[in-house]
């Protein structure tokens, strides 16, 4: 079983909609998670670290459900600009490494 | 630097050459990560450098590919007798220290065994 699983997707949707992504992880010990996005294989960049008590930036809200071992994003409103590939992130141990999940791609449609 | 700079963008490589890639991490940032990414997004972590010394390198595959990082030069990554599935996109990312671990990525570099 892989460490980060994501459902890959395509999401296709129009602009102004919402759309949520999850990722679950396999390790209960794992200590630190983020959400990366990803243009055209260009270098993944930080959208935002997800927290215990979830947490909002702009459009953008992250929850993470420890129990369940379940991380998700939430875009509402949708831009144009949104459409990417949404990596889940989640670290373990003690190496600090990234375990990244493969990805869902979104596109955003006029 | 502000950006973890990689070099080179691109580089092509026939069966059995020697492909060398290069990382500077951002100025003040003691840990260095290289990662390889394949088709479908999978990424595979390869090694970490705290400063000069290896901090984790049970993603190096045993043979063919090394690893630096040199005091005042840019770190590397090696891999010898290059084979056709060593073509990936291998990125480097860096982080201040353990406590702040987002990990920043240079734009990688593109390497094509042909």
């Known amino acids: 079983r892989k460490e980060v699983e994501q459902d890959p997707g395509p999401f296709n949707v129009p602009e102004g909609a919402t759309v949520a992504f999850n990722c679950t992880y396999s390790?209960?010990?794992?200590?630190?998670f983020f959400w990366y996005r990803q243009d055209c294989r260009k270098e993944p960049k930080l959208l935002m670290s997800v927290y215990s008590s979830g947490n909002e930036d702009g459009r953008f809200t992250a929850q993470l459900n420890r129990a369940s071992q379940y991380i998700s994003l939430l875009i509402r409103d949708s831009k144009l600009s949104d459409s990417a590939t949404y990596l889940c992130v989640v670290i373990f141990g003690t190496g600090n490494q990234f375990y990244f999940g493969t990805g869902t791609s979104l596109t955003v449609i006029p | 630097g502000e950006e973890v700079a990689q070099t080179p963008k691109h580089l092509v490589r026939g069966e059995g050459q020697k492909a060398k890639l290069y990382c500077a991490p951002i100025?003040?940032?003691?840990?260095v990560f290289w990662y390889q990414q394949v088709l479908k997004n999978e990424f595979k972590f390869l090694i970490s450098f705290q400063n000069e010394n290896v901090f984790d390198e049970t993603g190096m595959p045993k043979e063919r590919f090394s690893a630096k990082c040199l005091p005042n030069s840019p770190c590397s990554l090696e891999i010898q007798a290059t084979k056709l599935e060593d073509s990936a996109v291998y990125f480097c990312a860096s982080t201040r220290g353990l406590a702040e671990n987002i990990q920043y990525f240079g734009a990688g570099t593109r390497l094509s065994v042909l």
């Open positions: 100025k003040g940032h003691s840990y």
């Open positions: 390790n209960s010990a794992s200590q630190s």
